[in-house]
Protein backbone atom coordinates (compact mmCIF):
# COMPACT_ATOMS: atom_id res chain seq x y z
CA UNK A 1 0.00 0.00 0.00
CA UNK A 2 3.02 2.21 0.09
CA UNK A 3 2.57 5.29 -2.04
CA UNK A 4 3.98 8.77 -3.28
CA UNK A 5 2.95 11.96 -3.34
CA UNK A 6 1.71 12.36 -0.07
CA UNK A 7 1.70 15.51 2.11
CA UNK A 8 4.44 13.49 3.94
CA UNK A 9 6.39 13.23 1.18
CA UNK A 10 6.87 16.51 -1.10
CA UNK A 11 9.67 15.54 -2.97
CA UNK A 12 6.97 13.26 -5.07
CA UNK A 13 4.33 15.40 -6.81
CA UNK A 14 1.53 13.32 -8.35
CA UNK A 15 0.31 14.62 -11.70
CA UNK A 16 -3.44 15.22 -9.79
CA UNK A 17 -3.78 13.20 -6.73
CA UNK A 18 -0.98 12.28 -4.21
CA UNK A 19 -1.21 8.13 -3.05
CA UNK A 20 -0.59 8.05 0.88
CA UNK A 21 2.34 7.33 2.40
CA UNK A 22 1.47 4.79 4.23
CA UNK A 23 2.78 1.45 6.41
CA UNK A 24 1.66 -1.96 7.46
CA UNK A 25 2.69 -3.41 10.71
CA UNK A 26 4.62 -6.61 9.81
CA UNK A 27 5.31 -4.93 6.50
CA UNK A 28 8.90 -4.20 5.51
CA UNK A 29 8.17 -0.61 5.82
CA UNK A 30 7.17 -1.45 9.91
CA UNK A 31 11.02 0.47 10.73
CA UNK A 32 10.27 3.53 8.77
CA UNK A 33 7.16 3.68 10.18
CA UNK A 34 8.63 4.82 13.75
CA UNK A 35 11.04 7.55 12.00
CA UNK A 36 8.76 10.11 11.30
CA UNK A 37 6.69 12.30 13.46
CA UNK A 38 7.08 14.62 16.18
CA UNK A 39 4.64 12.64 18.47
CA UNK A 40 7.57 9.13 17.55
CA UNK A 41 8.01 7.23 20.64
CA UNK A 42 5.40 8.12 22.42
CA UNK A 43 2.53 5.83 23.17
CA UNK A 44 -0.90 6.36 23.06
CA UNK A 45 -3.80 3.87 24.66
CA UNK A 46 -7.26 4.80 22.72
CA UNK A 47 -10.89 3.19 24.06
CA UNK A 48 -12.79 3.14 21.01
CA UNK A 49 -15.36 5.46 20.60
CA UNK A 50 -16.87 8.02 18.16
CA UNK A 51 -16.48 11.10 16.24
CA UNK A 52 -13.83 13.61 18.13
CA UNK A 53 -12.21 10.93 20.20
CA UNK A 54 -10.85 9.02 16.67
CA UNK A 55 -10.40 12.31 15.20
CA UNK A 56 -7.73 12.77 18.55
CA UNK A 57 -6.14 9.36 17.65
CA UNK A 58 -6.32 9.87 14.06
CA UNK A 59 -3.97 12.91 14.35
CA UNK A 60 -1.89 11.71 17.33
CA UNK A 61 -1.26 8.95 14.97
CA UNK A 62 -1.04 11.09 12.08
CA UNK A 63 2.01 12.95 13.51
CA UNK A 64 3.85 9.84 14.55
CA UNK A 65 2.87 8.50 17.87
CA UNK A 66 1.63 5.01 18.30
CA UNK A 67 -1.74 4.67 18.65
CA UNK A 68 -3.26 0.79 20.13
CA UNK A 69 -7.33 1.56 19.52
CA UNK A 70 -8.90 -0.85 21.95
CA UNK A 71 -12.40 -1.85 20.17
CA UNK A 72 -15.43 -3.74 21.62
CA UNK A 73 -15.92 -7.22 20.98
CA UNK A 74 -19.55 -6.43 20.36
CA UNK A 75 -19.72 -2.97 18.29
CA UNK A 76 -22.66 -0.81 19.34
CA UNK A 77 -25.05 -0.17 16.48
CA UNK A 78 -24.11 3.31 15.16
CA UNK A 79 -26.74 5.74 13.07
CA UNK A 80 -24.16 5.50 10.11
CA UNK A 81 -23.09 2.64 8.56
CA UNK A 82 -20.42 2.62 6.06
CA UNK A 83 -17.45 0.42 4.50
CA UNK A 84 -13.78 -0.09 7.12
CA UNK A 85 -12.24 2.05 4.55
CA UNK A 86 -14.56 5.07 4.22
CA UNK A 87 -14.06 5.33 8.56
CA UNK A 88 -11.36 7.64 7.83
CA UNK A 89 -10.80 8.64 11.21
CA UNK A 90 -9.58 5.48 12.58
CA UNK A 91 -6.59 5.32 9.93
CA UNK A 92 -3.13 4.83 10.95
CA UNK A 93 -3.33 2.82 14.28
CA UNK A 94 -3.64 -0.99 15.09
CA UNK A 95 -6.44 -2.64 16.65
CA UNK A 96 -7.47 -5.00 19.54
CA UNK A 97 -10.69 -6.45 20.55
CA UNK A 98 -11.46 -6.73 23.99
CA UNK A 99 -14.14 -7.36 26.32
CA UNK A 100 -13.96 -4.50 28.85
CA UNK A 101 -16.87 -6.37 30.82
CA UNK A 102 -14.35 -9.25 31.55
CA UNK A 103 -11.44 -8.84 34.65
CA UNK A 104 -9.14 -10.68 32.32
CA UNK A 105 -10.34 -7.67 29.67
CA UNK A 106 -9.96 -4.88 31.90
CA UNK A 107 -6.60 -6.03 32.72
CA UNK A 108 -5.68 -6.65 29.45
CA UNK A 109 -5.95 -3.06 29.22
CA UNK A 110 -4.35 -2.12 32.15
CA UNK A 111 -1.07 -3.66 31.31
CA UNK A 112 -1.19 -1.66 28.17
CA UNK A 113 -1.41 1.82 30.32
CA UNK A 114 1.11 0.62 32.32
CA UNK A 115 3.88 0.49 29.56
CA UNK A 116 1.60 3.95 27.64
CA UNK A 117 2.10 7.80 27.83
CA UNK A 118 -1.12 8.28 27.59
CA UNK A 119 -4.73 7.46 27.20
CA UNK A 120 -8.03 8.86 25.36
CA UNK A 121 -11.35 8.07 25.79
CA UNK A 122 -14.88 9.24 25.43
CA UNK A 123 -17.41 7.78 27.09
CA UNK A 124 -19.82 9.50 29.65
CA UNK A 125 -18.71 10.73 32.75
CA UNK A 126 -18.13 7.87 34.91
CA UNK A 127 -18.51 5.31 32.80
CA UNK A 128 -14.19 3.99 33.00
CA UNK A 129 -14.35 4.28 36.18
CA UNK A 130 -17.17 1.46 36.84
CA UNK A 131 -15.34 -0.22 34.40
CA UNK A 132 -11.94 -0.11 36.24
CA UNK A 133 -10.32 2.23 33.67
CA UNK A 134 -10.24 5.03 35.52
CA UNK A 135 -8.35 7.64 36.13
CA UNK A 136 -7.37 6.56 39.41
CA UNK A 137 -6.89 3.17 38.71
CA UNK A 138 -4.86 4.05 36.00
CA UNK A 139 -2.47 6.75 37.88
CA UNK A 140 -1.72 3.46 40.15
CA UNK A 141 -0.59 1.38 37.25
CA UNK A 142 1.72 4.44 35.80
CA UNK A 143 1.85 7.71 37.39
CA UNK A 144 3.12 9.30 34.29
CA UNK A 145 -0.45 8.60 32.79
CA UNK A 146 -1.84 11.60 30.58
CA UNK A 147 -5.72 10.49 30.79
CA UNK A 148 -7.71 12.82 28.52
CA UNK A 149 -11.49 12.76 28.62
CA UNK A 150 -13.30 13.78 25.61
CA UNK A 151 -17.36 14.41 26.71
CA UNK A 152 -19.59 17.26 25.61
CA UNK A 153 -20.37 18.77 28.19
CA UNK A 154 -17.73 18.07 30.58
CA UNK A 155 -16.87 15.77 33.68
CA UNK A 156 -19.71 18.01 35.98
CA UNK A 157 -22.03 20.54 36.14
CA UNK A 158 -25.68 19.97 35.67
CA UNK A 159 -25.76 18.29 32.05
CA UNK A 160 -22.65 15.91 32.42
CA UNK A 161 -24.43 12.98 32.25
CA UNK A 162 -27.39 13.52 29.87
CA UNK A 163 -26.64 12.77 25.92
CA UNK A 164 -25.99 15.30 23.43
CA UNK A 165 -24.14 15.66 20.52
CA UNK A 166 -22.28 18.24 18.34
CA UNK A 167 -25.59 20.65 17.76
CA UNK A 168 -26.21 20.91 21.26
CA UNK A 169 -22.90 21.41 22.53
CA UNK A 170 -22.53 24.27 19.97
CA UNK A 171 -25.94 25.70 21.04
CA UNK A 172 -25.06 25.98 24.49
CA UNK A 173 -21.56 27.89 23.79
CA UNK A 174 -23.41 30.57 21.96
CA UNK A 175 -21.53 29.94 18.54
CA UNK A 176 -25.11 28.49 16.89
CA UNK A 177 -26.91 31.37 17.80
CA UNK A 178 -24.87 33.84 15.99
CA UNK A 179 -24.16 31.36 12.85
CA UNK A 180 -27.23 31.58 9.69
CA UNK A 181 -27.92 34.76 7.27
CA UNK A 182 -30.53 37.52 7.86
CA UNK A 183 -34.04 36.48 8.77
CA UNK A 184 -33.15 33.03 9.01
CA UNK A 185 -32.82 30.01 11.00
CA UNK A 186 -29.84 29.28 13.23
CA UNK A 187 -27.34 26.44 10.93
CA UNK A 188 -25.33 23.80 12.06
CA UNK A 189 -21.92 24.20 10.85
CA UNK A 190 -21.72 20.84 9.79
CA UNK A 191 -20.49 19.07 13.32
CA UNK A 192 -17.01 20.62 12.75
CA UNK A 193 -17.62 23.47 15.42
CA UNK A 194 -18.15 20.85 18.39
CA UNK A 195 -16.94 17.53 17.57
CA UNK A 196 -13.87 17.88 15.07
CA UNK A 197 -13.05 21.80 16.06
CA UNK A 198 -13.88 22.16 20.19
CA UNK A 199 -13.12 18.58 20.71
CA UNK A 200 -11.33 16.20 19.03
CA UNK A 201 -8.16 19.55 18.32
CA UNK A 202 -8.49 20.45 22.18
CA UNK A 203 -8.35 17.21 23.42
CA UNK A 204 -5.00 16.18 20.68
CA UNK A 205 -3.89 20.01 22.27
CA UNK A 206 -4.40 19.11 26.06
CA UNK A 207 -2.49 15.31 25.32
CA UNK A 208 0.41 17.48 23.75
CA UNK A 209 0.59 19.87 26.69
CA UNK A 210 0.04 16.92 29.23
CA UNK A 211 2.97 15.10 27.75
CA UNK A 212 5.30 17.83 27.64
CA UNK A 213 4.81 18.74 31.29
CA UNK A 214 4.59 15.43 32.30
CA UNK A 215 8.29 15.31 30.96
CA UNK A 216 9.50 17.76 33.91
CA UNK A 217 6.99 16.70 36.68
CA UNK A 218 7.29 13.00 35.58
CA UNK A 219 3.53 12.93 36.70
CA UNK A 220 0.25 13.16 34.46
CA UNK A 221 -2.61 14.39 34.53
CA UNK A 222 -6.27 14.13 33.93
CA UNK A 223 -7.49 15.80 30.77
CA UNK A 224 -11.04 17.32 31.18
CA UNK A 225 -11.82 18.17 27.39
CA UNK A 226 -15.27 18.98 26.95
CA UNK A 227 -17.06 20.23 23.53
CA UNK A 228 -19.05 23.02 25.11
CA UNK A 229 -16.15 24.19 26.14
CA UNK A 230 -13.71 24.43 23.03
CA UNK A 231 -16.63 25.77 21.32
CA UNK A 232 -16.93 28.54 23.44
CA UNK A 233 -12.82 29.03 23.60
CA UNK A 234 -12.97 28.94 19.34
CA UNK A 235 -15.34 31.73 19.67
CA UNK A 236 -13.07 33.90 22.26
CA UNK A 237 -12.26 36.75 19.67
CA UNK A 238 -16.00 37.10 18.58
CA UNK A 239 -17.15 37.43 22.22
CA UNK A 240 -14.92 39.76 22.98
CA UNK A 241 -16.63 42.08 19.74
CA UNK A 242 -19.72 41.31 21.05
CA UNK A 243 -18.75 42.63 24.49
CA UNK A 244 -17.44 45.65 22.47
CA UNK A 245 -20.66 46.82 21.43
CA UNK A 246 -19.89 45.87 17.51
CA UNK A 247 -21.38 42.41 17.44
CA UNK A 248 -25.33 42.68 17.11
CA UNK A 249 -27.13 39.38 18.24
CA UNK A 250 -28.90 39.36 14.82
CA UNK A 251 -27.98 36.94 12.66
CA UNK A 252 -26.66 38.01 9.20
CA UNK A 253 -25.84 41.75 10.27
CA UNK A 254 -22.10 41.31 11.13
CA UNK A 255 -19.26 41.85 9.44
CA UNK A 256 -18.06 37.63 9.14
CA UNK A 257 -22.02 36.45 9.57
CA UNK A 258 -23.18 37.64 5.80
CA UNK A 259 -23.94 40.71 7.06
CA UNK A 260 -21.52 43.03 5.01
CA UNK A 261 -21.37 43.44 1.14
CA UNK A 262 -17.38 42.23 1.06
CA UNK A 263 -17.65 39.38 3.14
CA UNK A 264 -19.98 36.38 2.04
CA UNK A 265 -21.24 34.22 -0.78
CA UNK A 266 -22.44 35.01 -4.28
CA UNK A 267 -23.78 32.92 -7.12
CA UNK A 268 -22.53 33.26 -10.57
CA UNK A 269 -24.27 32.78 -13.79
CA UNK A 270 -23.80 29.28 -14.54
CA UNK A 271 -25.52 27.98 -10.49
CA UNK A 272 -21.91 27.55 -9.05
CA UNK A 273 -20.89 29.85 -6.02
CA UNK A 274 -17.88 32.13 -5.03
CA UNK A 275 -16.70 33.59 -1.88
CA UNK A 276 -15.54 36.88 -1.36
CA UNK A 277 -13.50 38.20 2.01
CA UNK A 278 -12.23 41.59 1.17
CA UNK A 279 -12.63 43.40 4.99
CA UNK A 280 -9.46 45.55 4.57
CA UNK A 281 -9.73 49.16 2.56
CA UNK A 282 -7.38 48.25 0.39
CA UNK A 283 -8.48 44.58 -0.63
CA UNK A 284 -11.95 46.25 -0.74
CA UNK A 285 -10.34 49.04 -3.42
CA UNK A 286 -9.58 45.95 -5.82
CA UNK A 287 -12.97 44.25 -5.20
CA UNK A 288 -14.38 47.14 -6.60
CA UNK A 289 -12.13 47.62 -9.58
CA UNK A 290 -12.41 44.22 -10.71
CA UNK A 291 -16.36 44.65 -10.81
CA UNK A 292 -16.63 48.08 -12.19
CA UNK A 293 -16.97 50.09 -9.35
CA UNK A 294 -16.08 53.26 -8.25
CA UNK A 295 -15.92 54.81 -4.18
CA UNK A 296 -19.15 56.79 -5.59
CA UNK A 297 -21.38 53.44 -5.87
CA UNK A 298 -19.84 52.36 -2.59
CA UNK A 299 -18.56 55.53 -0.58
CA UNK A 300 -18.13 53.92 2.88
CA UNK A 301 -17.73 50.23 2.76
CA UNK A 302 -18.47 50.40 6.50
CA UNK A 303 -22.00 51.81 6.56
CA UNK A 304 -23.95 49.33 7.53
CA UNK A 305 -27.53 51.03 7.23
CA UNK A 306 -26.09 50.28 2.94
CA UNK A 307 -25.00 46.86 3.37
CA UNK A 308 -28.80 45.58 1.95
CA UNK A 309 -28.25 47.85 -0.56
CA UNK A 310 -24.63 47.10 -1.46
CA UNK A 311 -25.52 43.21 -0.97
CA UNK A 312 -28.37 43.43 -3.66
CA UNK A 313 -25.59 45.05 -6.11
CA UNK A 314 -23.13 43.00 -5.71
CA UNK A 315 -25.49 39.93 -6.57
CA UNK A 316 -26.61 41.11 -9.98
CA UNK A 317 -22.75 41.79 -10.79
CA UNK A 318 -21.54 38.49 -10.21
CA UNK A 319 -24.60 36.54 -11.70
CA UNK A 320 -23.01 38.43 -14.99
CA UNK A 321 -20.49 35.77 -15.11
CA UNK A 322 -19.64 32.01 -14.93
CA UNK A 323 -17.73 31.03 -11.62
CA UNK A 324 -14.85 30.09 -13.83
CA UNK A 325 -14.84 33.66 -15.55
CA UNK A 326 -14.70 34.99 -11.55
CA UNK A 327 -11.79 32.84 -11.51
CA UNK A 328 -9.81 34.39 -14.72
CA UNK A 329 -10.50 37.59 -13.30
CA UNK A 330 -9.90 37.21 -9.44
CA UNK A 331 -7.77 34.44 -8.35
CA UNK A 332 -4.62 34.75 -7.02
CA UNK A 333 -5.09 38.36 -6.53
CA UNK A 334 -5.60 40.15 -2.98
CA UNK A 335 -9.25 40.64 -3.61
CA UNK A 336 -8.95 37.89 -0.87
CA UNK A 337 -11.34 35.26 -3.90
CA UNK A 338 -11.83 31.87 -3.60
CA UNK A 339 -14.15 29.73 -5.94
CA UNK A 340 -16.88 27.74 -3.42
CA UNK A 341 -15.36 23.72 -4.15
CA UNK A 342 -17.68 20.71 -3.88
CA UNK A 343 -15.81 17.92 -2.12
CA UNK A 344 -15.58 16.28 -5.27
CA UNK A 345 -13.95 19.62 -6.36
CA UNK A 346 -11.64 20.27 -3.99
CA UNK A 347 -8.91 17.34 -4.53
CA UNK A 348 -8.67 18.34 -7.97
CA UNK A 349 -7.63 22.11 -7.56
CA UNK A 350 -4.12 23.22 -8.36
CA UNK A 351 -3.50 24.62 -5.33
CA UNK A 352 -4.77 21.76 -3.35
CA UNK A 353 -2.74 19.64 -5.70
CA UNK A 354 0.98 21.07 -5.55
CA UNK A 355 0.94 20.92 -1.74
CA UNK A 356 -0.64 17.13 -1.29
CA UNK A 357 -3.68 18.66 0.73
CA UNK A 358 -5.39 15.33 0.07
CA UNK A 359 -4.28 11.84 -0.45
CA UNK A 360 -5.49 8.69 -1.84
CA UNK A 361 -5.80 5.57 0.77
CA UNK A 362 -7.77 2.02 -0.41
CA UNK A 363 -9.65 4.21 -3.19
CA UNK A 364 -10.94 7.22 -0.79
CA UNK A 365 -10.17 10.31 -1.18
CA UNK A 366 -9.21 12.20 2.32
CA UNK A 367 -7.48 14.76 3.79
CA UNK A 368 -3.46 14.59 4.02
CA UNK A 369 -2.01 14.77 7.67
CA UNK A 370 -1.59 18.48 9.29
CA UNK A 371 0.30 20.74 10.04
CA UNK A 372 3.35 20.53 8.28
CA UNK A 373 6.85 19.86 10.07
CA UNK A 374 9.79 20.69 8.26
CA UNK A 375 12.42 18.37 10.31
CA UNK A 376 9.88 15.34 11.65
CA UNK A 377 7.14 14.91 8.67
CA UNK A 378 3.74 13.42 9.52
CA UNK A 379 2.27 10.70 7.57
CA UNK A 380 -0.47 8.07 7.47
CA UNK A 381 1.03 5.02 9.45
CA UNK A 382 -1.74 2.67 7.91
CA UNK A 383 -5.04 1.93 6.53
CA UNK A 384 -8.04 1.39 8.64
CA UNK A 385 -8.24 -1.48 10.74
CA UNK A 386 -11.02 -4.22 11.33
CA UNK A 387 -12.16 -4.10 14.87
CA UNK A 388 -9.70 -6.46 16.51
CA UNK A 389 -7.84 -6.97 13.66
CA UNK A 390 -4.35 -6.92 15.19
CA UNK A 391 -4.99 -8.32 18.81
CA UNK A 392 -2.42 -11.44 18.97
CA UNK A 393 0.44 -9.20 17.15
CA UNK A 394 0.03 -5.94 19.56
CA UNK A 395 -0.21 -8.30 22.67
CA UNK A 396 3.30 -9.97 21.73
CA UNK A 397 4.79 -6.89 20.68
CA UNK A 398 3.41 -5.42 24.00
CA UNK A 399 5.21 -8.14 25.78
CA UNK A 400 2.22 -10.71 26.38
CA UNK A 401 3.46 -14.51 26.02
CA UNK A 402 1.84 -16.97 23.48
CA UNK A 403 0.69 -19.11 26.09
CA UNK A 404 -0.71 -15.88 27.92
CA UNK A 405 -2.28 -14.51 24.44
CA UNK A 406 -4.19 -17.89 23.79
CA UNK A 407 -5.87 -18.20 27.89
CA UNK A 408 -7.17 -14.72 27.50
CA UNK A 409 -8.60 -15.83 23.63
CA UNK A 410 -9.89 -18.81 25.45
CA UNK A 411 -11.08 -16.82 28.31
CA UNK A 412 -13.28 -14.39 25.52
CA UNK A 413 -11.02 -11.59 27.04
CA UNK A 414 -9.64 -10.41 23.98
CA UNK A 415 -10.61 -11.43 20.21
Request: net charge negative.
Amino acid sequence: MAGTGSAADPGTRPGRLGRANIVRKGSNDEAEMHMSGPLTGFKIVELAGIGPGPMCAMLLSDLGAEVIRVDRLVEEELGVQRGRQFNVLNRGRRSIGVDLKSPDGVETVLRLVEQSDALIEGFRPGVTDRLGLGPDVCAARNPRLVYGRMTGWGQEGPMASAAGHDINYVALSGVLSAIGTAGGQPVPPLNLVGDFGGGALYLAFGVCAGLLEAQRSGLGQVIDAAMVDGAASLAAAVYGIHGSGAWKEERGTNILDSGAHFYGTYECADGHWISIGSIEPKFHALLLEALGLTTADIPDRMDRTRWVEHKKLLTGLFLEKTRQEWCDLMEGSDICFAPVLSMTEAPQHPHNVERGTFIELEGVIQPAPAPRFSRTPGKVQGPVPNPGEHTDVVLADWGWSAAEIATLREAGAVG
